[in-house]
């Protein structure tokens, strides 16, 4: 069985936890959290150690791999001080929100060719799964439109946004990486945004909705839309637009019911709350992914690549942001 840590006990950590205490072919081994309280009480609720300091971590050789679910500026350091100490890793997105430091980070890991996988957790949905798999045999022929929709049923702290690095690296990344998972390589952005939401957050230097056209470098038109609120639920959607038919992953409600009544004709529940609702399933196939692959000796996906891709387009989606012209990637 794999021994894995996790480092970072906070709402995300604490999911990957469970999932990593509930694994049949994974052994949860020890927790982490630089607030010991935080940590304490996910040890005690899962039955495991906690450990306070990351030198436990690394000099534990029943500690194969470690789950980074930090802070982002954290990122960086914890996973080259995990490379070095010989775990395998898997960090939750994105890398950093500085480009450079991101790079920099896989100069310095690289030589010690590691075994690392990013945290995109939206590939292992099993409707985008779906999607992208019916997509890639040829059921609507090429993709020549694609639709990626995400709003958030409510924007997160002002601190938290303070520190996130911007909507576009924090929010849009998901689906920067999404883009890619659908129509591979992209060559051009042009983003718009606006502060629709809260003016706080444009006292902060960030905004709260965005659209941003994407040109994939096999033809392929994209358009991802953002809010930080939306009333209604967690707004998850895909549009795949062919040559010879329309692929479609809509919202997941609690149950599949519909009310017909002289009120309203086919009611139905709310679509759910909020990520960790939505994604439940995902969260535990991307960790069976990761653990697989580890057993396997098979290639982790998606990658550390895979994460500065995502970077760079929302690195470019700022610069197009600012500028109000369209990002030349090629």
């Known amino acids: 069985m794999l021994g894995v840590a996790v480092l970072g006990c906070g709402r995300i950590g604490r999911v990957h936890a469970r999932n990593l205490a509930r694994h049949p072919r994974a052994r949860l081994v020890m927790l982490f959290d630089a607030a010991s309280d935080v940590a304490l009480e996910a040890a005690s609720?899962?039955?495991?150690?906690?450990?306070?300091?990351?030198?436990?971590?690394?000099?534990?050789?029943?500690?194969?791999?470690?789950?980074?679910?930090t802070p982002t500026d954290t990122h960086v350091p914890l996973i080259t001080a995990a490379v070095k100490a010989g775990k395998a890793v898997f960090c939750e997105k994105p890398i950093d929100v500085d480009l450079e430091r991101a790079r920099s980070c896989w100069r310095e890991i690289a030589p010690h060719r590691p075994r690392l996988m990013m945290g995109f957790n939206r590939r292992f949905d099993p409707s985008f799964r779906a999607l992208r798999e019916r997509l890639?045999?040829?059921?609507?022929?090429?993709?020549e439109l694609a639709?990626?929709?995400?709003?958030?049923?409510?924007?997160?702290?002002?601190?938290?946004?303070?520190?996130?690095?911007g909507l576009l690296r924090d929010m849009t990344i998901h689906d920067f990486d999404m883009?890619?998972?659908?129509?591979?390589?992209?060559?051009?952005?042009?983003?718009?945004?606006?502060?629709?939401?809260?003016?706080?957050?444009?006292?902060?230097?960030?905004?709260?909705?965005?659209?941003?056209?994407?040109?994939?470098?096999?033809?392929?038109?994209?358009?991802?839309?953002?809010?930080?609120?939306?009333?209604?639920?967690?707004?998850?959607?895909?549009?795949?637009?062919g040559a010879t038919g329309m692929l479609q992953a809509g919202n997941q409600r609690a149950t599949s019911v519909d009310h017909w009544s002289a009120q309203h004709t086919a009611a139905r529940d709310p679509v759910l709350h909020f990520f960790i609702e939505r994604y439940l399933e995902a969260y535990r196939a991307e960790l069976d992914a990761f653990i697989?692959?580890?057993?396997?000796?098979?290639?982790?996906k998606p990658d550390f690549s895979d994460g500065l891709e995502a970077l760079r387009l929302a690195v470019a989606a700022e610069e197009s942001l600012r500028t109000a012209q369209v990002v030349d990637l090629s």
Not at 136 to 143: A, D, M, P, S
Not at 200 to 228: E, F, H, P, Y
Not at 292 to 300: K, M, N, Q, R, V
Request: a neutral charge; proline letters at 4%.
């Open 136 to 143: 890639q045999r040829g059921e609507i022929g090429r993709l």
């Open 45 to 69: 609720e899962l039955g495991v150690k906690r450990v306070g300091t990351l030198e436990e971590v690394w000099a534990d050789r029943a500690v194969e791999a470690v789950l980074i679910a």
């Open 147 to 165: 639709v990626i929709t995400s709003r958030d049923p409510a924007a997160p702290p002002l601190a938290y946004i303070k520190s996130s690095g």
């Open 179 to 241: 883009a890619r998972y659908l129509a591979g390589d992209i060559t051009q952005v042009h983003a718009f945004g606006a502060n629709l939401v809260d003016p706080k957050i444009a006292r902060l230097g960030d905004i709260d909705t965005c659209t941003v056209s994407l040109r994939a470098k096999a033809g392929a038109l994209l358009q991802i839309n953002n809010s930080r609120r939306c009333e209604y639920g967690y707004d998850q959607r895909i549009e795949a637009f």
């Open 292 to 300: 697989t692959a580890l057993s396997e000796g098979s290639p982790l």
